[in-house]
């Protein structure tokens, strides 16, 4: 059995989320796992553990385990991707790693598409493997399950015991088909299962996978990109990986033989892949920092409907005192959501933020709450490539 690395915690807000370093390689490699697995105490029992050394033996390799998962600390509701990429930052700055490759699997794919698209600034390049762009099927996606089809998936994975070889061999989930009959590889999964999550975690996921699509930031991805995929994923279709690679500017695909979707199944081949090419963006002077002009935002923009009138009705007193207390509340949700105010004028507020979603319940909480003020607000969100100017 390999000894396990060290663990530590970063702080991420209030939640303190597990992460080592292992390896000494001249450049930062992190990898965002799939699912709950935990990538700090029981993979290392196993197969997983000759994939994370092979990543060690060329990087400074940076893993952590996801907010509500592994040695990290249980949370209550689903993590949206926003918050997710915030613990990747808080782990990023832990280990002192300004800048990194990063590698997202399965389910980690599209946070680390998100959080390349928008910190460009910290992402040397991203490598995705058994990946997809979205989780929500549509014409332009149809691998994806609809939203008829999720109900029935969800009922169906917790009628079914939570790391049972089920979830390996393709009668619930094709993680681990072609080793899916070893008793020891059953039993180390179980308890790896286990050990990762409790219950209400794997329901937590599930239902937060419903609503994952990072569509929109294909085209942000400036980092050199690697697409990597099993031609026989059952998990993960072989078209998921192509939509990923014709879409994402400069991306290369690489078609590996096989069937599995987890990683810790024949890890070579794609061990190799992966250095070959981070080897070379690091070779060709690739990595050094290069501020960015162009990043992933949502920006939000609110004003007083009809101010006008109101500050005639009330006079300006009385209107000065309003627009006060109405430019506390917004800063004080801005500071709650996460958003940077960029500008002010008059009534409205200008400002930025890192995904949508939060956007989205600042901009709600702002028409909300200011209402007590006997005020209307109006909002209007736009998610999309910014530039930044000073």
């Known amino acids: ?20 370093v292992v390896g000494d390689g001249p450049f930062d490699l992190v990898f965002v796992g799939g699912w709950v697995l935990s990538s700090l105490e029981q993979a290392w029992e196993g197969p997983a553990a000759e994939f994370f050394e092979g990543l060690a033996s060329f990087s400074r390799l940076i893993l952590f385990d996801k907010r509500g998962t592994g040695l990290s600390d249980r949370v209550s509701g689903i993590p949206d991707l926003e918050t997710r990429m915030d613990d990747v930052r808080a782990v990023m700055d832990a280990a002192g ?16 598409l998100l959080f390349a698209a928008s910190y460009p600034e910290r992402v040397a390049a991203t490598v995705l493997f058994g990946t997809g762009a979205s989780y929500v099927g549509d014409d332009d996606y149809p691998w994806a399950p609809t939203e008829a089809e999720w109900d029935s998936i969800i009922e169906q994975q917790a009628a079914v015991e939570t790391g049972s070889p089920e979830w390996l061999d393709g009668r619930l989930l094709a993680w681990a088909p072609t080793i899916a009959d070893d008793p020891a590889v059953q039993q180390w999964w179980r308890r790896w299962v286990l050990t990762s999550a409790s219950p209400a975690a794997h329901a937590a996921l599930r239902q937060m996978n419903r609503s994952i699509d990072v569509r929109h930031t294909l085209g942000a991805i400036h980092a050199p990109t690697l697409v990597l995929q099993r031609a026989g994923d059952a998990l993960n279709e072989a078209d998921e990986s192509r939509y990923l690679a014709e879409r994402i500017p400069a991306a290369e695909l690489v078609m590996l033989p096989g069937e599995d979707h ?41 004003d007083i409907v009809d101010s006008t009138t109101q500050m005639a009705e009330l006079g300006d007193s009385a209107w000065s005192e309003v627009l006060g207390r109405h430019n506390a509340y917004i800063r004080r949700q801005l500071a709650r959501f996460s958003g940077k105010e960029i500008s002010t004028a008059g009534d409205s507020f200008f400002a930025r933020f890192d995904g949508p979603a939060r956007a989205i319940r600042c901009a709600s909480a702002i028409v909300e709450g200011v209402r007590e003020l006997g005020v209307e607000v109006r909002a209007g969100l736009h998610t999309g490539e910014c530039e930044l100017v000073d």
């Open 1 to 20: 059995m390999v000894q396990p690395p060290e663990v530590r915690f970063a702080r991420s807000g209030e939640t303190s989320v597990a992460y080592s």
């Open 97 to 112: 790693s300004t800048r990194a490759a990063v590698m997202g699997f399965s389910e980690g794919g599209p946070m680390t």
């Open 262 to 302: 987890a990683y810790f199944v024949d890890p070579e081949p794609v061990v190799a892949n992966v250095g070959d090419f981070l080897t070379r963006v690091w070779d060709r002077g690739e990595w050094d920092v290069v501020e960015p002009d162009r990043v992933l935002a949502t920006v939000l923009f609110t």
